[in-house]
């Protein structure tokens, strides 16, 4: 089974709106942690927002935000007031515990803002 | 404070040679992860070393190794190479490695094996 499925391939957001990336994962281990990443056309990943598997709270990052659903394991990633600039591929990952440090990435998502 | 840095930036090999990447991580950051992406397979992992150990090994080939320094700087060796192997292959670091620690990654060497 994959960790990590993100179901949108491509999408598209008009420029100053909001719009949600899905994220969902697998794991039986109850310590784990949730990650979103940012790959512009020049390939070096960004770090966007990080979820525990401990936390209460939503994550929130700026225009970044954490839909954190634990008992569904989605983890949905909503970016706020779309700019041009968020025009990238988005990656959802995940890294548990027992699997030492190793990340489990998505397939990503093609985000593109329409002005 | 210095990014991760990784070179070359690009590399064109041919079929049956082998090839070395390089990889200077984050000052004070002693876990390096490497990360072999393809449009077909995605992002997947290669392996991760710590204090010049290997410390966990994704699921590819022994043409693929690394190893790192004191220094924590790593390098990543395919031999052998094949088409298949042409790739992004994007380097990691984080401090130590734990469960809530983001990874910063370099801009990653753009392999091209002809």
């Known amino acids: 089974a994959q960790k990590i499925t993100q179901t949108q391939p491509g999408m598209f957001v008009q420029e100053k709106e909001a719009v949600t990336l899905d994220c969902t994962y697998d794991t039986s281990d109850p310590s784990y942690g949730l990650f979103w990443y940012k790959q512009p056309s020049s390939g070096e990943m960004i770090f966007l927002i990080y979820?525990?598997?401990?936390?209460?709270q939503n994550a929130t990052e700026g225009r970044y935000s954490l839909n954190f659903q634990k008992a569904r394991k989605s983890a949905n990633l909503v970016i706020s007031a779309s700019q041009l600039g968020d025009s990238a591929m988005y990656f959802c990952?995940?890294?548990?515990?027992?699997?030492?440090?190793?990340?489990?990435f998505g397939t990503g998502t093609s985000l593109t803002v329409i002005p | 404070k210095a990014g991760v840095t990784q070179t070359p930036r690009y590399l064109i090999k041919t079929r049956g040679q082998q090839v070395t990447l390089s990889c200077s991580p984050i000052s004070g950051h002693r876990s390096v992860s490497w990360y072999q992406q393809t449009p077909g397979q995605g992002l997947q992992f290669l392996f991760e070393y710590f204090s010049e150990t290997q410390r966990n090994k994704g699921n590819f080939p022994g043409r693929f190794s690394g190893r790192q320094f004191s220094n924590s700087r790593s390098e990543m060796n395919v031999s052998t190479l094949e088409l298949g192997d042409s790739a992004l292959y994007l380097c990691a670091s984080s401090l130590v490695g734990g469960t809530n620690e983001k990874l910063f990654f370099g801009s990653g060497t753009q392999l091209s094996v002809l």
């Open positions: 979820q525990g598997s401990y936390d209460q």
């Open positions: 990952a995940m890294r548990e515990a027992s699997s030492g440090n190793q990340f489990y």
